[in-house]
């Protein structure tokens, strides 16, 4: 099990790589020292589960969690704070442990990891917005702002208030995140709803959407029945 420690206090990222180090199944793939960090190397490494600290400078844990790449890690909060604990939890995390982390606690959040194929996931609560880590710099989205979405195998184009952002999520998991709010359209692309002027028909039973920005996007027509339904009850 490949992990990536995130924590910005240096002491603290050295003793969690010493607790791990003692347990034969983890791989320690990497340490980040913040939140737009982790981004990034979650991105490079792929690893299967963030030992993610909550407070740190700038981007905080629950940031991180709400903006991890496709294939998702699992995480595995480690702070000193008790109070974020449902918070972490309706990130979908694993487990939340409280500095200092004990040797045996440590193995319980493990064996919790190496399990969790076999346990049901729960619901993610839908982001408020999402951290993009593109081009050296990490951009705070509100999803509010979000227009369209736009997928090119496994990055998605990030399209907001005049903004294309590139983010190593695949669609289907993007928009699994992001709730109601957001509507497939077309095998690469997804709208939010409330930014949906007006429907263009086209041949064959496709469509282009025109949204209030001006940008027109495609819907086809294996996803115009669905499209029109959303919009009608977003409406």
Request: hydrophobic share 50%; with cysteine.
């Amino acid at each position: 099990m490949r992990v990536l420690i995130v924590d910005d206090e240096a002491p603290a990222r050295a003793r969690l790589r010493r607790l791990l180090a003692a347990l034969p199944q983890v791989e320690v793939a990497g340490e980040a020292s913040d939140g737009a960090m982790a981004l990034q190397m979650a991105a490079q490494l792929n690893p299967d589960a963030l030992f993610l600290d909550v407070q740190m400078p700038e981007v905080g844990g629950l940031d991180v969690a709400a903006s991890l790449p496709d294939p998702r890690p699992v995480v595995v909060f480690v702070t000193a704070y008790d109070q974020y604990a449902l918070q972490a939890f309706e990130a979908d995390a694993i487990d939340y442990l409280l500095k200092p982390v004990e040797p045996e606690r440590l193995a319980r959040a493990v064996a919790k990891l190496q399990a969790r194929e076999a346990l049901p996931r729960a619901a993610a609560a839908v982001p408020a917005q999402l951290l993009i880590a593109d081009r050296g710099r990490t951009h705070v989205v509100p999803c509010r702002d979000i227009d369209w979405l736009e997928a090119a195998d496994n990055y998605v184009t990030v399209h907001a208030g005049g903004r294309a952002l590139l983010m190593r999520r695949t669609l289907a998991g993007l928009l699994a995140d992001l709730g109601e709010a957001f509507v497939r359209t077309h095998r690469s692309a997804a709208v939010a709803l409330a930014q949906v002027a007006e429907v263009l028909p086209r041949d064959k039973g496709d469509a282009t959407l025109r949204l209030r920005g001006g940008a027109e996007v495609p819907c086809s027509r294996q996803y115009r029945t669905e499209v029109m339904s959303r919009l009608q009850r977003h409406g």
